[in-house]
């Protein structure tokens, strides 16, 4: 059941990151997003391995990962279109996609921005005696900033129960990984820190779920923080409309080769976990699910003026002050 859920979710993924792609590409909408495209088998190994009072805390590039906690895709395009059905009724836009009730308590715009938040949750949940554990997503240009520094080496010092997820896609925006950093692999880092690091698929949903459920059970027990480096490749730009030019096209063409999503339904079919029909159902059904929300979501309403407002002081104030 396991294998297949991870399957679901990421042709969900593919096909919500597709529709956006095809969407503004043909001028049928507008929004601004950062593509996950060829990242679906981590968030998808999140959302099968995390609880639903984990929390979750992702970046601009984190529509996987928004899927996979739960949250409902028309919250998620209700935002990145500015309606009113959006996660925060079209305030927050595609870089602040939040929804608590699923355990995604930030999707911040700001590179490595994530991590300092994820302490603190942790830091809650600690001095709370929950077992519930933080996830914090984020690029391997992420681990070049301060505030990744800090927030590894406090979550280290305390033994939160935070796990660090890097999805190394290999570049930092436009900049390869090797014009960043000396380290041969971006999970030498965690060393430096006293902190476990595994380094795995990113994939393979399997390898990258085995290595977070063993990150949970030890954040959980008092273990404190892991941090995994899970390799993959982003097959679109660093946003919609970046053509690229700073990939090599072999390197491409190798990547998009090893696509996550058909390499994992042919292990699904080869195991005979699945059979080709349910595997085209499940295929149908995510098509189906991103175009049912895709049109609750234009057929709603603005954000209005009213909601400026809204959200913002505790106690609502008049204006002008």
Same mark, same amino acid.
């Not at 399997?206 to 273990?223: D, W, Y």
């Not at 049912?292 to 913002?312: G, H, N, Y």
């Given at each position: 059941?396991?294998?297949?859920?991870?399957?679901?979710?990421?042709?969900?993924?593919?096909?919500?990151?597709?529709?956006?792609?095809?969407?503004?590409?043909?001028?049928?909408?507008?929004?601004?997003?950062?593509?996950?495209?060829?990242?679906?088998?981590?968030?998808?190994?999140?959302?099968?391995?995390?609880?639903?009072?984990?929390?979750?805390?992702?970046?601009?590039?984190?529509?996987?990962?928004?899927?996979?906690?739960?949250?409902?895709?028309?919250?998620?395009?209700?935002?990145?279109?500015?309606?009113?059905?959006?996660?925060?009724?079209?305030?927050?836009?595609?870089?602040?996609?939040?929804?608590?009730?699923?355990?995604?308590?930030?999707?911040?715009?700001?590179?490595?921005?994530?991590?300092?938040?994820?302490?603190?949750?942790?830091?809650?949940?600690?001095?709370?005696?929950?077992?519930?554990?933080?996830?914090?997503?984020?690029?391997?240009?992420?681990?070049?900033?301060?505030?990744?520094?800090?927030?590894?080496?406090?979550?280290?010092?305390?033994?939160?129960?935070?796990?660090?997820?890097?999805?190394?896609?290999?570049?930092?925006?436009?900049?390869?990984?090797?014009?960043?950093?000396?380290?041969?692999?971006?999970?030498?880092?965690?060393?430096?820190?006293?902190?476990?690091?595994? *380094?795995? $698929?990113?994939?393979?949903?399997?390898? /990258? %779920? #085995? @290595? !977070?459920?063993?990150?949970?059970?030890? +954040?959980?027990?008092?273990?404190?923080?892991?941090?995994?480096?899970?390799?993959?490749?982003?097959?679109?730009?660093?946003?919609?409309?970046?053509?690229?030019?700073?990939?090599?096209?072999?390197?491409?063409?190798?990547?998009?080769?090893?696509?996550?999503?058909?390499?994992?339904?042919?292990?699904?079919?080869?195991?005979?976990?699945?059979?080709?029909?349910?595997?085209? *159902?499940? $295929?149908?059904?995510?098509?189906?699910? /991103? %175009? #049912? @929300? !895709?049109?609750?979501?234009?057929?709603? +309403?603005?954000?209005?003026?009213?909601?400026?407002?809204?959200?913002?002081?505790?106690?609502?104030?008049?204006?002008?002050?």
């Amino acid at each position: 059941m396991s294998e297949r859920r991870l399957y679901e979710l990421m042709v969900l993924m593919k096909s919500a990151d597709d529709r956006l792609s095809k969407g503004i590409g043909t001028g049928e909408f507008m929004c601004v997003y950062w593509p996950s495209r060829g990242q679906e088998a981590i968030a998808a190994a999140m959302g099968v391995a995390l609880r639903p009072d984990d929390q979750l805390v992702t970046t601009y590039r984190g529509l996987h990962d928004l899927i996979g906690k739960g949250v409902p895709l028309e919250e998620i395009y209700g935002e990145m279109m500015g309606r009113s059905v959006g996660a925060s009724r079209g305030k927050g836009g595609t870089m602040h996609i939040a929804n608590p009730d699923k355990g995604v308590m930030l999707s911040t715009g700001i590179v490595g921005a994530g991590p300092p938040v994820a302490v603190g949750l942790a830091l809650a949940a600690k001095r709370k005696g929950l077992d519930r554990v933080t996830v914090v997503s984020f690029g391997d240009g992420a681990t070049n900033t301060g505030s990744f520094h800090e927030a590894a080496n406090m979550a280290a010092l305390w033994d939160l129960p935070l796990v660090f997820v890097c999805q190394n896609n290999l570049f930092a925006e436009m900049t390869p990984t090797a014009d960043t950093m000396k380290l041969a692999h971006v999970v030498e880092r965690a060393a430096g820190y006293g902190m476990p690091g595994v *380094r795995v $698929d990113g994939n393979d949903p399997l390898a /990258v %779920e #085995s @290595a !977070l459920e063993e990150a949970l059970e030890k +954040a959980r027990g008092g273990g404190g923080p892991t941090f995994i480096e899970c390799v993959t490749f982003r097959f679109r730009g660093h946003y919609f409309g970046d053509r690229m030019p700073y990939i090599p096209k072999e390197q491409l063409a190798a990547a998009m080769a090893a696509d996550p999503v058909p390499r994992f339904r042919a292990h699904l079919a080869e195991a005979g976990i699945c059979g080709a029909d349910e595997l085209d *159902r499940i $295929d149908e059904d995510a098509v189906a699910t /991103v %175009e #049912s @929300a !895709l049109s609750a979501v234009m057929a709603a +309403a603005p954000a209005s003026i009213e909601e400026l407002e809204t959200d913002v002081y505790a106690t609502p104030i008049g204006f002008p002050v």
